[in-house]
Nanobody, 128 residues
Framework: QLQLVESGGGLVQPGGSLRLSCAAS??????????IGWFRQAPGKEREGVSC????????QYGDSVKGRFTISRDNAKNTVYLQMNSLKPEDTAVYYC???????????????????WGQGTQVTVSS
């Protein structure tokens, strides 16, 4: 089973930036066979789709709340997916998870049940 480890979370002031990383290991298929999604969950709230990227990086999706502020990318040679988060707001505070899904269509989806493997999450706190 593919193992995913998130890193890069922390405390940042409103308007600041963070870059999250999702490092993959233990996969039985080449990393470029997997769509990768970023999801987040704040206390008392449902898990929310943030962004996803197709296996080759040619297609991306963003949740409405982060469009224009977040950018997803991947480096298949490093088995890593990144989430660049700019103009952070307090409402972005959450635990951020990455997840993997074997490719099934050209575009990725922001649907948690579609993903097979999940990381443990990294905390992002946006506060003064």
């Amino acid at each position: 089973q593919l193992q995913l480890v998130e890193s890069g979370g922390g405390l940042v002031q409103p308007g600041g930036s963070l870059r999250l990383s999702c490092a993959a290991s233990g996969f039985r298929l080449p990393f470029n066979y997997y769509h990768i999604g970023w999801f987040r969950q704040a206390p008392g709230k449902e898990r929310e789709g943030v962004s996803c990227i197709s296996n080759g990086g040619g297609s991306t999706q963003y949740g409405d709340s982060v469009k224009g502020r977040f950018t997803i990318s991947r480096d298949n040679a490093k088995n890593t997916v990144y989430l660049q988060m700019n103009s952070l707001k307090p409402e972005d505070t959450a635990v951020y998870y990455c997840a993997a899904r074997p490719w099934s269509r050209p575009t990725c989806v922001l649907d948690p049940p579609a993903y097979d493997s999940w990381g443990q999450g990294t905390q992002v706190t946006v506060s003064s």
